[in-house]
């Protein structure tokens, strides 16, 4: 099974929002809404931001959501900030009952 | 304080074994499912392998199939992975991270081991 699909970088102005797509297939990401999203900073251990498509972790900033719509789901950063500046990697619930992940994206605060 | 602390990693020769461990805390740690997830240097990150609260259930990624073994003791509040025949590929930080819904969503991560393999 390859990874889900995501783009290798986005970048945005502080303020601004922006908005990572994760493109999979039936088997996954359009088949389930358990889709995931992780924050990772240099040298850190992934950070959950969005669970189930949409929801946010208790302590997650509501500037991060999510979405869904076929087999691609999408995460959006709105007033984006300096710290937010990471790795985001998505994942989705698959049909053999395990996770797969996206290959990542650099998102870049300009 | 919800922990998850790993332990085992190192460095070890191509055809090597390693056994990795992963101690929980501040958590019923026999209510969820756990994983294996790794990182290999500058790569993404690529899921493992999975085992549900009481074992019954335990999946792996083809590329560590027949080769790795994940289990647990919920008496001991703790993760393990065996790994066997490890190759070069194989060289990555390891994660244990905890499933929130079961349905691999991964709410806590512990801070990782390195595992290199090199000769």
């Known amino acids: 099974q390859s990874a889900l699909t995501q783009p290798a970088s986005v970048s945005g102005s502080p303020g601004q929002s922006i908005t990572i797509s994760c493109t999979g297939t039936?088997?996954?990401?359009?088949?389930?809404?358990?889709v995931s999203w992780y924050q990772q900073h240099p040298g850190k251990a992934p950070k959950l931001m969005i669970y189930d498509v949409s929801n946010r972790p208790s302590g997650v900033s509501n500037r991060f959501s999510g979405s869904k719509s076929g087999n691609t789901a999408s995460l959006t950063i709105s007033g984006l900030q300096a710290e937010d500046e990471a790795d985001y990697y998505c994942?989705?619930?698959?049909?053999?009952?395990?996770?797969?992940f996206g290959g990542g994206t650099k998102l870049t605060v300009l | 304080e919800v922990q998850l602390v790993e332990s085992g990693g190192g460095l070890v020769k191509p055809g090597g074994s390693l056994r990795l461990s992963c101690a929980a805390s501040?958590?019923?740690?026999?209510?969820?499912?756990m994983n294996w997830v790794r990182q290999a240097p500058g790569k993404g990150l690529e899921w493992v392998s999975s085992i549900s609260s009481s074992s019954s259930y335990i999946y792996y990624a083809d590329s560590v199939k027949g080769r790795f073994t994940i289990s647990r003791d919920n008496a001991k509040n703790s993760l393990y992975l065996q790994m066997n025949s490890l190759r070069a590929e194989d060289t990555a930080v390891y994660y244990c991270a905890r499933d929130k819904t079961q349905r691999d969503a991964f709410d806590i991560w512990g801070q990782g081991t390195m595992v290199t393999v090199s000769s």
């Open positions: 039936s088997s996954d990401v359009g088949g389930y809404n358990y």
């Open positions: 501040g958590f019923t740690f026999s209510s969820y499912s």
């Open positions: 994942s989705s619930y698959t049909s053999s009952s395990t996770p797969i």
